[in-house]
């Protein structure tokens, strides 16, 4: 999808189809980034959800969770004290 805004002041306006596009909503945190010559914005939404696919391809489908085990583990050394 290509469209087009102006900067005047040092600001620009993210256009509406876009914001819509990538669910981008009022007071959501921009990341902008400079690569290959060209400005790369995203949120930090995006960046947690594409980080939390990234972890999961490490974690095997019907395991246990790690989180869980993790407070069994303190808990039960908790207990022993």
Known sequence: MKTHSTIKNG???????LRETLDIKDDDQ???TARDGELVATTRRA????????FQTFVPKNSPS??????????AASDAE
């Open 11 to 17: 600001r620009t306006v993210i256009p509406a189809n």
């Open 30 to 32: 921009m990341i902008w």
């Open 66 to 75: 790690l989180a869980d085990e993790l407070i069994a583990e303190r808990r």
């Open 47 to 54: 960046q947690l959800l594409k980080a939390q696919a990234l």
